[in-house]
């Protein structure tokens, strides 16, 4: 299979300036991981572990203190290699006072493309936001903005969908709706690469979980192994852990 | 085709950046402020007899200059702030969009805005004395666009302050600080050739950093015809800010 992303030995630290004083805190440690085409990769680890900051990374938002990444092997500060990607940030946030394809039309000029209607209304279709397409997003309830948000990562076709905690603080509906979207986003062969807190979530999605703890990856779970595991990934995930702490302890 | 690109982010940031600023409810109050307090006029210029046509327009331009000034300081100090804090920055740059694209749009934004209260402002205060029975001379319009001239210098300061703070206080307070020292240019001309030493020195900085906002004060005097340097000086201050925004921003993390 053909490697779509490739962070090699990223490492990245944050510095935080406070009048006279400087702290550093690392939250990321040498970070290597390959995506092959078509696969969904999660990420699983607790609050601080780093996913947040891998994402960003990928998107060019953040750079990288040592190591670099490459999407198809270009470096994601680079136009080129943008093109290929679409994100969705934890809890989205759009213009309230226009409507979806307003939205979406904007979110297709800025990734280099002319308006497009027809396209529009694809995604809207996909998402299941069609009949909705007059209302302006201030009348949208939570999922409804999530699912707005996927369209937006969507509306350029990339080849690559990175979704920070996709389905966070949406209700149960909502969640198998937004499983099922992504379920068939990738078998029209798109690479999906997310982070979850919710375990059960990238257990029903995934074909590979990395579990990062402190941002460094301490182990990498394919799916067979949660399969064949009778409590499934959130004993191996607790495990890994426990694990992770008796070493440094 | 890569500067078609180009010219379309810098257009769709642009007009989504200026709708918003335009769609915003505190617009809209400023508006009707301005509206109000340039109506007041009227009331001080009956009051001032012989001179009310001088004083309906010294105050409806005065009052137009202090909203407009008002409401563009807080939209330059909030604007890029704003963005990150609810994340929208993410969906732009998570995109090929180029850093200084983004920023131009931005700069261009605040100078459409300022235009568009000035106009808005300027066409009610031009209705009153219309109703007045006044008849504007040319030099009015000369000096709406001064007006707009300084606002737009420092609506840039404001910006490029707002990217060196993560609080939108300090640009805010930083411009009024520079708002009011550029228009005491001639008063710090005349403290140079008193004072020695340290404040000598402090003062003749201050008359090289604050940009001199004087030179667009023609509300004080309306028959004298703009300088033909103004706008070359005006550009300078836009393109220092812009430089100075875009090397902060290059390397900013969100």
Same mark, same amino acid.
């Given at each position: ?16 300036? $406070? ?23 999660? @990420? ?50 759009? $213009? ?22 027809? +396209?529009?209304?694809?995604? @809207? ?6 009949? $909705? ?23 350029? +076709?990339?080849?690559? @969908? ?13 969640? $198998? ?73 | ?50 001179? !009310? ?14 909203? &407009? ?23 732009? #740059? &998570? ?5 200084? !694209? ?31 029975? =006044?008849?504007?001379?040319? !030099?009015? =319009? ?12 420092? &609506? ?39 004072? !020695?030493? =340290?404040?000598?020195?402090?003062? *003749? ?11 667009? *004060? ?23 800010? #812009? ?12």
């Amino acid at each position: 299979m053909k490697n779509i992303v490739e962070f090699f030995s990223v490492s990245k630290t944050y510095v935080l300036n $406070h009048w006279f004083s400087m702290r550093k805190i690392a939250a990321l440690k040498d970070f290597s991981l390959k995506l092959e085409k078509g696969e969904i990769v999660g @990420l699983l680890g607790l609050n601080g572990a780093g996913k947040t900051t891998i994402m960003k990374i990928l998107c060019g938002l953040l750079f990288p203190s040592s190591g670099n990444v490459e999407i198809m092997g270009k470096s994601p500060l680079f136009a080129e290699a943008k093109r290929d990607i679409g994100y969705l940030p934890e809890f989205p946030y759009f $213009h309230p006072n226009i409507t979806a394809p307003q939205t979406l039309n904007y979110y297709l000029k800025l990734s280099g493309r002319l308006v497009d209607n027809w +396209q529009v209304d694809k995604i @809207l279709e996909k998402v299941g936001l069609l009949q $909705h397409r007059t209302k302006k997003v201030s009348e949208y309830s939570k999922g409804m903005k999530q699912r707005l948000g996927l369209a937006q990562a969507l509306i350029h +076709q990339p080849e690559i @969908l990175i979704l920070d905690e996709p389905v966070s603080g949406l209700d149960p509906l909502a969640i $198998h709706e937004i499983r099922n979207l992504i379920l068939s986003i990738n078998k029209e062969g798109k690479t999906i690469f997310l982070s979850s807190h919710s375990i059960s979530e990238l257990e029903k999605i995934c074909d590979r979980v990395v579990i990062l703890s402190l941002g460094r990856i301490i182990e990498v779970i394919q799916k067979k192994q949660w399969e064949h595991n009778p409590k499934g990934l959130e004993r191996i995930f607790i495990e890994a852990l426990k694990n992770e702490n008796q070493k440094k302890s | 085709m890569k500067i078609k690109k180009s010219l379309d982010v810098i257009v769709a940031i642009f007009t989504r950046s200026l709708f918003e600023y335009c769609s915003r409810k505190l617009f809209a109050i400023l508006i009707l402020i301005t509206v109000f307090l340039i109506y007041f006029s009227l009331l001080v210029g009956i009051m001032a007899v012989d001179y !009310e046509k001088r004083v309906l327009m010294d105050l409806g331009l005065g009052f137009i200059e202090l909203m &407009s000034f008002a409401y563009l300081v807080y939209i330059s100090a909030t604007s890029i702030s704003e963005e990150i804090q609810s994340k929208t920055i993410y969906l732009v #740059f &998570s995109r090929p969009v180029a850093r200084l !694209e983004y920023l131009l749009a931005k700069f261009l934004s605040l100078f459409a805005l300022a235009a568009v209260i000035v106009f808005y402002s300027g066409v009610f205060h031009l209705l009153l004395l219309h109703l007045r029975g =006044f008849l504007c001379p040319a !030099e009015y =319009f000369v000096a709406l666009a001064m007006i707009w001239c300084k606002l737009s210098i420092i &609506s840039a300061i404001t910006l490029f302050f707002s990217l060196l703070s993560t609080s939108p206080l300090t640009p805010i307070i930083a411009s009024l600080i520079i708002w009011m020292g550029g228009h005491m240019t001639p008063e710090i001309k005349f403290l140079i050739e008193k004072a !020695e030493g =340290f404040s000598a020195f402090v003062l *003749n900085l201050s008359r090289y950093v604050l940009p001199n906002f004087q030179l667009y *004060n023609l509300r004080d005097t309306l028959q004298m015809p703009p300088h033909d340097y103004s706008l070359y000086y005006m550009l300078s201050w836009i393109l220092a800010m #812009f430089a100075l925004s875009g090397f902060v921003f290059r390397k900013k993390e969100f």
